[in-house]
């Protein structure tokens, strides 16, 4: 059962146009939200969170929404660019749990 | 400051043979422990989880078994490797409490 989900295994974009990246979640225990981001052979990064008493949360040009009733979240990337290439995971922790559930991630290709 | 090392980095092993991955981390004292593991095409799934020395968690049922025999140490094994173990291994680590996961540099684990 597959409580994260991230539709779409890669998305390509050109270099200064925005990345939007997609996540879906079933479980409504779900309290807070984080965005990694993966090189090949190396360890995610921590990139941006938010709590699920917030609908958005900025860091320069990183930005994450979430819809609640939707139960989506996203994150845009504006402006995108080369380095941003790499592997992103949406991840999602239960109310109480010491762990975080996964995403399938998404493979996202800026192009010059 | 808080670091996390994981090793080997790289493990060619044939089918039948034991697995020893070991991670360690520095600069906090009773992190929440992880390994979660990236196979070909897949996301990031979590196999254990530790709150303490041991206390672990299994999430899926499988040929792994996970020891934290120190606060700082966590350590992921199998007696007898499958060529389905393949993949790439990370250790991560997390303050009590809180939903940020800290990855190691990963551990890629192929079984022939």
């Known amino acids: 059962d597959q409580q994260v989900k991230q539709n779409s295994p890669s998305l390509s974009v050109q270099e200064g146009r925005i990345s939007i990246l997609n996540c879906d979640y079933t479980n409504s225990m779900f309290d807070y939200f984080l965005w990694y981001k993966k090189y090949p052979a190396e360890g995610p990064t921590f990139l941006i969170s938010?709590?699920?008493?917030?609908d958005k949360n900025e860091d320069g040009r990183f930005t994450v929404f979430l819809n609640k009733s939707a139960k989506h979240l996203s994150l845009h990337i504006v402006p995108s660019q080369p380095g941003d290439s790499a592997v992103y995971f949406c991840?999602?922790?239960?109310?109480?749990?010491?762990?975080?559930?996964f995403g399938t991630g998404t493979r996202l290709l800026v192009s010059p | 400051s808080q670091t996390i090392h994981q090793w080997p980095a790289t493990l060619v092993q044939p089918v039948g043979s034991p697995l020893s991955l070991e991670c360690t981390v520095e600069?906090?004292?009773?992190?929440?422990l992880y390994w979660y593991r990236q196979a070909a095409g897949r996301g990031l799934q979590l196999l254990f989880y530790s709150v303490g020395i041991g206390q672990i968690s299994s999430e899926v049922p499988q040929n792994l078994s996970a020891s934290r025999p120190q606060d700082r140490q966590f350590i992921l094994s199998s007696k007898k490797l499958l060529l389905s173990d393949s993949g790439f291994y990370l250790c991560?680590?997390?303050?009590?409490?809180?939903?940020?996961?800290?990855f190691g540099e990963g551990s890629r684990l192929t079984v022939l």
């Open positions: 938010i709590s699920s008493i917030k």
């Open positions: 600069g906090t004292s009773n992190p929440n």
């Open positions: 991560a680590w997390s303050a009590s409490g809180t939903g940020e996961l800290f």
């Open positions: 991840a999602a922790r239960d109310t109480g749990f010491q762990k975080l559930v």
